[in-house]
């Protein structure tokens, strides 16, 4: 059973930086993402970050979002610059595609953490 802790969020204005962690234990995932939510919308894909270095990410995020990870720390980050106001939401890590691919799908991600809030300001 993997554990994720997410950490980083917080308030800030438009055009302003974020970085969001995820601390995992009790294993590891080839796998790992981020997600985001709003209220009264589904959780979409953010990023997503394959063990040996692939990622993705979603189009709105291209040149703006970066996703990285620590294999020695068991940690996944992500670094958010050029922030806008519909970037806002809950921001969640993800880990261990159930397709074990590299993808931004809600579904396929076996393990979640509790999410960190993410307020941008205009």
């Known amino acids: 059973q993997v554990q994720l802790v997410e950490s980083g969020g917080g308030s800030v204005q438009a055009g302003g930086s974020l970085r969001l962690s995820c601390a995992a234990s009790?294993?590891?995932?080839?796998?790992m993402g981020w997600f985001r939510q709003v209220p009264g919308k589904g959780r979409e894909g953010v990023a997503a970050?394959?063990?040996?270095?692939?990622?993705q990410y979603a189009d709105s995020m291209k040149g703006r979002f970066t996703i990285s990870r620590d294999i020695a720390k068991n940690t996944l980050y992500l670094q958010m610059n050029s922030l806008k106001p519909e970037d806002s939401g809950m921001y969640y890590c993800?880990?261990?595609?159930?397709?074990?691919?590299?993808?931004?799908?809600?579904?396929?991600?076996?393990?979640w953490g509790q999410g960190t809030q993410v307020t941008v300001s205009s």
């Open positions: 993800a880990a261990c595609s159930r397709r074990g691919l590299l993808n931004l799908e809600y579904g396929d991600y076996n393990y």
């Open positions: 970050i394959e063990h040996y270095g692939r990622t």
């Open positions: 009790g294993g590891t995932c080839r796998y």
